[in-house]
């Protein structure tokens, strides 16, 4: 079964800058919508961005908005989650999440219900200050 596969994180300081990669397991595959979600521990699971197929539809979580940039570059089939002015309420454990969509709006409403099929593992993001 074709996975996410997550890369990047680690630790950074307040006010510093990270990139996540996500790509799909297989090159076989390529998921027209991908969302990046995070939890923290003892916290629910929070929507942080998603991009539908090159761009056409890019979302963002509130407390995101103005500070993680997501894109796609198709040559490799990569999705990037750019972090920046990072804060230690950041630190959470990020999860790609891939699956097909027919048109923006219904990656949009996946996005807001966190309904994708296939999940990663998931890496550590740890932001202190």
């Known amino acids: 079964q074709v996975q996410p596969v997550e890369s990047g994180g680690g630790s950074v300081q307040a006010g510093g800058s990270t990139r996540l990669s996500c790509v799909p397991s297989?090159?076989?595959?390529?998921?027209?919508?991908v969302g990046w979600f995070r939890q923290a521990p003892g916290k629910a699971r929070e929507a942080v961005a998603t991009?539908?197929?090159?761009?056409?539809?890019?979302y963002y979580g509130d407390s995101v908005k103005g500070r993680f940039t997501i894109s796609r570059d198709d040559t490799t089939d990569t999705v990037y989650l750019q972090m920046d002015s990072l804060k230690p309420e950041d630190s959470a454990m990020y999860f790609c999440?891939?699956?097909?969509?027919?048109?923006?709006?219904?990656?949009?409403?996946?996005?807001?219900?966190?309904?994708?099929?296939?999940w990663g593992r998931g890496t550590q993001v740890t932001v202190s200050s």
């Open positions: 999440a891939g699956d097909g969509a027919g048109y923006s709006r219904a990656c949009e409403a996946k996005f807001k219900n966190g309904d994708f099929r296939f």
């Open positions: 297989s090159k076989l595959y390529s998921f027209a919508c």
């Open positions: 991009i539908y197929q090159s761009g056409f539809g890019t």
